[in-house]
């Protein structure tokens, strides 16, 4: 699948506490952190779906 | 509180179709982006630590009485509909609690949240909650706590006190009893109208929920709950 470059501005907080929780899980961050960025927003996409149902 | 740029490799797909559900949602995307991004990380780090919630619930002291019956509360509304705003969890507390004091009412708030999960907030400091029925269920499973309201035992109602004018007898009961699910539909028709919307935007909200009301029962409600206010 093609990937693409994401620029954007979060929280310090949020930015920290999602680093230490996917280096928590994998161990590293290299490659996991852009496919767990893509988890989560894909879940928010399907929920915000399934709320609007 | 602080930002800070984050750079990510991402798929293509989601990237668009998120970028897209953004646009449509805030009808621009620089500033909002990352606002969004962010809330994506949360519920994703909020879901995963699901699975050990039960660990960190049971971890937590029983409730006080006040903290049940509103988890109780909480629990049966979020039946009737998921969605509920902060304005009407506040009302419900000053009024069936009893609780006035500011800082009070925020840490019933804050006990709250821990069962919300935030939708989205509106100009006017209104908050959409979604009721995490799951989350009551397993916490009130922890601690003992009965959810449902137990069957009640039949009690013959008192006679409505009665006068008697000119040989007819008069009952001088006139306001009408309402059952806990009318006053809850009640509370929320009457968050959504004293937050701007009209009556038909208020029936396509309650359709979006489940509940098929007709305007004319809304309007109802409405008045309904106006009249009762300056009686």
Redesign the interface.
Same mark, same amino acid.
């Given at each position: 699948m093609e990937k693409v470059k994401l620029f954007v501005w979060v929280d310090k907080e949020v930015y920290d506490r999602f680093k230490e929780y996917v280096f928590k899980k994998y161990g590293k961050l290299h490659r996991v952190f852009g496919l767990e960025l893509t988890k989560a927003m894909k879940l928010y996409l399907e929920k915000e779906a399934l709320s609007k149902r | 509180?602080?930002?800070?740029? %984050?750079?990510? @490799?991402?798929?293509?797909?989601?990237?668009y179709?998120?970028k897209e @559900?953004v646009m449509k949602k805030h009808k621009k995307v620089q500033g909002v982006?990352?606002?969004?991004?962010?809330?994506?990380? !949360? !519920? !994703? %780090?909020n879901?995963?630590s699901q699975e050990n919630s039960e660990e960190a619930l049971l971890k937590a002291t029983k409730p006080r009485k006040k903290y049940i019956e509103l988890l109780k509360w909480l629990y049966n509304i979020g039946k009737l509909s998921p969605i509920i705003t902060n304005k009407a969890i506040e009302r419900w507390i000053r009024e069936h609690l009893g609780v006035m004091s500011k800082s009070t009412i925020h840490s019933y708030m804050s006990f709250a949240k821990t069962f919300l999960w935030e939708?989205r907030r509106t100009k006017g400091g209104l908050i959409e909650y979604?009721i995490l029925l799951d989350k009551i269920e397993k916490y009130a499973k922890i601690h003992n706590i009965e959810l449902e309201e137990p069957a009640r035992t039949t009690v013959k109602e008192p006679e409505p006190s009665k006068v008697t004018i000119r040989g007819f007898e008069v009952s001088l009961e006139t306001t009408s009893k309402k059952t806990p699910n009318q006053s809850a539909l009640a509370e929320i028709v009457m968050d959504l109208y004293q937050s701007g919307y009209s009556a038909s935007e208020i029936v396509n909200k309650l359709e979006?929920l489940g509940l098929n009301i007709s305007a004319n029962r809304v309007l109802n409600i409405i008045r309904r709950e106006l009249r009762n206010e300056f009686v």
């Open positions: - | 509180m602080g930002k800070v740029r %984050m750079c990510v @490799w991402i798929d293509e797909d989601i990237y179709s998120f @559900w982006m990352g606002e969004e991004v962010g809330r994506a990380i !949360l !519920l !994703l %780090m879901l995963e939708e979604s979006a």
